[in-house]
């Protein structure tokens, strides 16, 4: 029975999809007949099946559905590009016939390019819609900023163009760069190409105003000084949320000091980098005047250090509350892990009874047949004597 079993159950899948031979389907049933274990293993095949059969069937109603809204959306979207094209060939038509040129006509065009980039995008595009619309959407609006500067005889087009990506990345790119594909390497540091990605647009708008306005040796310095200390306390965030292996008190303990910190002494890291330094700094701190004191410097240099004193207060408790938190998980784990090891222990312990048992009990069972066996050949002698 046991190798019929064996056999059995290696064709039961074959038998449940109908695509073993009249032989083994014979065999099968005449075994499941007499074996209640096989009937169950059958069962359990037979559900797990119709479980596949119920996922299958369902992921191709889902299917067969998205591809009808797919297309239905298809079709509104070529619609709406269709009525978009009306003020388009108005405009054409009016510009050619009271203007003889095509000038503000390529200005109304690329403004139905953006609407259509909106409306029509998304209904057209089957995947990543929010991505596709983002994309196109800023190129038509660059299109349209081009031919407006082109139109009105402007150089204001380059500080205009890097102000709107930049504006658009920093609020879209976050969400559009899931649908982006990356290396495996830089996948689980998306944050941090987003930070980059914005921190380059941002000090290439500072190059393009500079040279926009004929900016000379103090706006080069006050901006990229300004602008590179701020960024390094954005960074210092990035890195304390994403990258620091610490629980979220920890984190925000650690970011709370670093803020503080920075904006404490940023007075001072202010007049060692800008070319006109305006005084002010902790080098003026004095309590001895109070915080009602008409001298300026006086009450910046106070209040600074009011914010370096409160912020390390506040963050040294936020890091005192994640130390015992994690103390305590550190407590539990070994709680957990040494009762495991109890629990193995104590599983080896009853494993080594029952071997121990089943030893003594084999033991026993052959000194009893050895002693019948004595006793048979202790009672044949006797008969043997006898005779």
């Known amino acids: 029975m046991k190798y019929e079993c064996d056999m059995v159950r290696d064709l039961l899948p074959l038998y449940q ?3 073993c031979s009249e032989a083994s389907r014979k065999i099968v049933e005449e075994h499941l007949q007499e074996c209640s274990t096989c009937q169950q293993m059958a069962e359990r095949i037979k559900d797990a099946t119709l479980e596949q059969q119920l996922i299958d069937e369902r992921e191709s109603i889902v299917k067969t559905y998205q591809k009808k809204e797919n297309r239905k959306a298809f079709t509104i979207g070529i619609a709406t590009a269709g009525v978009l094209l009306i003020p388009v060939v108005i405009c054409l038509i009016c510009n050619i016939a009271i203007g003889h040129a095509l000038d503000w006509f390529f200005i109304v065009l690329t403004a139905m390019l953006l609407v259509g980039a909106i409306l029509v995008v998304p209904l057209v595009v089957p995947q990543k819609k929010f991505t596709w619309t983002v994309g196109c959407a800023t190129a038509a609006l660059l299109l349209l900023l081009l ?28 969400y559009s760069i899931r649908d982006i594909p990356l290396p495996s390497m830089l996948r689980n540091h998306k944050a941090a190409l987003t ?45 304390n949320i994403r990258y620091l292996r610490r629980n979220a008190w920890i984190k925000a303990g650690v970011t709370i000091i670093e803020t503080g910190f920075l904006l ?23 309590f001895s005047k109070g915080m009602s004191t008409n001298e300026w410097e006086v009450l910046n240099a106070n209040l600074m250090f009011l914010i370096i004193v409160v912020s390390l207060c506040v963050g040294i408790v936020f890091l005192l509350i994640g130390k015992m938190q994690h103390n ?5 784990n070994l709680n957990h892990d ?19 048992d089943n030893l003594n009990h084999d033991d026993l069972n052959r000194d009893n047949l050895n002693k019948n066996n004595l006793n048979e050949d202790n009672s044949k002698t006797s008969k043997d004597t006898i005779s």
């Open 17 to 19: 999809d109908s695509v």
């Open 147 to 174: 031919t407006c500067c082109i139109y009105t005889k402007g150089d204001w087009f380059g500080v205009t163009a890097v102000s709107c990506i930049l504006g658009i990345s920093v609020v879209f790119l976050p």
């Open 195 to 239: 930070l980059l990605w914005d921190c380059i647009w941002l000090y290439l708008l500072l190059i393009i105003c500079g040279f926009y306005v004929n900016g000379g040796k103090d706006y080069w310095q006050i901006a990229f000084s300004v602008t590179t200390y701020v960024l390094l306390a954005v960074w210092l965030w990035l890195f």
């Open 264 to 286: 404490g002494i940023s007075n001072d890291v202010m007049n060692v980098l800008l070319p006109t330094p305006d005084g002010a700094g902790l080098a003026y701190l004095d």
């Open 328 to 332: 305590n998980l550190n407590r539990d």
């Open 338 to 356: 040494n009762l495991s090891q109890n629990n193995l222990n104590q599983d080896n312990l009853n494993q080594d009874n029952l071997n121990r």
